[in-house]
């Protein structure tokens, strides 16, 4: 069974630095994978979704890679700022039991400090 | 862009009781919706998958007579927690599949979730 990790699971950082986000999952043989963010009692907001064909995924200050062979995937915020305290999910596109669904990390809990 | 709601966005009710949590895709049509449940400090987990006009699929676990899961048209799925215990007490999370999106990018939507706290 697809398994997906997240490190760190918690990460505070003054404003202004660059930082990067693991993911790994077990199982290669994925759709897609996608990176969300979830501030505290809220919904999802996908920030970006890398199909398996891809490699990476830019959108303004965030930029994703994908690695399926070695089952990783990383996040880069460039520039942080405090408004990005959230907690940032990965999450991967399987097949499984014949239909497609997402599994996701624990996330990582992200404190930018003004 | 697509969006997904949630009703109510937070209940409280005694243990014993049932509660129905609606989700609605505003503007687009989902044959496929899913209901997921989060824990204080935890990841989302998938409980079922809500087809519409058909059963839904549950993740093995989930009870099927006590998470009841309706998907009577394209834009509504229904998540009935029936007899609540406090135990049930979690963050319920919906989600909308835009099947009309080209590419098959699985581009999901998810509703802002609604918080039961079991009394």
């Known amino acids: 069974k697809q398994e997906v990790t997240q490190i760190p699971a918690a990460l505070s950082v003054p404003e202004g630095e660059n930082l990067v986000l693991n993911c790994s999952f077990t199982?290669?043989?994925?759709?897609?994978l996608q990176w969300f963010r979830q501030d505290p009692g809220k919904g999802l907001t996908s920030l970006l979704l890398?199909?398996?064909?891809?490699r990476e995924q830019t959108s303004g200050r965030l930029n994703a890679s994908l690695d399926k062979s070695s089952g990783r995937s990383t996040l880069y915020i460039a520039a942080s700022q405090p408004g990005d305290s959230a907690t940032y999910l990965c999450?991967?596109?399987?097949?499984?039991?014949?239909?497609?669904?997402?599994?996701f990390g624990s996330g990582t809990r992200l404190q930018v400090q003004p | 862009g697509a969006v997904v709601s949630q009703h109510p966005s937070w209940v409280i009710c005694k243990s014993g009781t049932s509660v129905k949590i609606e989700c609605r895709s505003l503007?687009?049509?989902?044959?496929?919706m899913f209901w997921y449940r989060q824990f204080p400090k935890q990841s989302l987990m998938l409980m079922a998958t809500?087809?519409?006009?058909?059963?839904?699929?549950?993740e093995q676990g989930v009870e099927k007579d006590k998470f009841l899961i309706n998907h009577a048209s394209l834009t509504l799925s229904t998540l009935t927690v029936t007899s609540a215990h406090p135990e049930d007490s979690s963050f319920y999370i919906c989600?909308?599949?835009?099947?009309?999106?080209?590419?098959?990018?699985?581009?999901?939507?998810f509703g802002p979730g609604t918080r039961l706290t079991v009394l």
């Open positions: 999450a991967v596109w399987v097949l499984d039991t014949g239909r497609r669904a997402l599994t």
């Open positions: 809500s087809n519409e006009g058909s059963k839904a699929t549950y």
């Open positions: 989600s909308a599949r835009d099947e009309a999106l080209a590419g098959g990018a699985d581009t999901q939507y």
């Open positions: 503007d687009f049509q989902a044959t496929t």
């Open positions: 890398i199909q398996s064909s891809q």
């Open positions: 199982d290669s043989a994925i759709y897609n």
